[in-house]
């Protein structure tokens, strides 16, 4: 209980679009600020996009600025990224996380997050 689900993954080619997204049963996402985060095999898991609880507030990795776009839809208790101009490098398992602790809505270690649920895989093909 509490955990996410994300969804969306696939194998896009590079330049391509995807939309992931993810909601959780049994927890109000639009009590938390959120996150995502990605793992690449042999690789730590990257910061990407974090966003706060109303949706007014959003940070990104250098590596997805202008690229990427996280949002929220608290009604649906649902939170997306948007995944556009793809690259190889983008290839990776992609978590939806819950922010808890620290004083900000964001933070780009992985401790300060939880509810790592299974991800969803993303694979751009050069």
């Known amino acids: 209980q509490g955990h996410v689900v994300e969804s969306g993954g696939g194998l896009v080619q590079a330049g391509g679009s995807l939309r992931l997204s993810c909601t959780a049963s049994?927890?109000?996402?639009?009590?938390?600020?959120m996150g995502w985060f990605r793992q690449a095999p042999g690789k730590e898991r990257e910061f990407v996009a974090a966003?706060?609880?109303?949706?007014?507030?959003?940070y990104y990795a250098e590596s997805v600025k202008g690229r990427f776009t996280i949002s929220r839809d608290n009604t649906k208790n649902t939170v997306t990224l948007q995944m556009n101009s793809l690259k190889p490098d983008d290839t990776a398992v992609y978590y939806c996380?819950?922010?808890?602790?620290?004083?900000?809505?964001?933070?780009?270690?992985?401790?300060?997050?939880?509810?790592w649920g299974q991800g969803t895989q993303v694979t751009v093909s050069s």
């Open positions: 996380v819950t922010k808890v602790g620290g004083s900000s809505y964001y933070s780009v270690s992985p401790s300060f997050y939880r509810y």
């Open positions: 049994g927890r109000t996402l639009s009590n938390y600020d």
């Open positions: 966003i706060n609880w109303s949706g007014a507030l959003t």
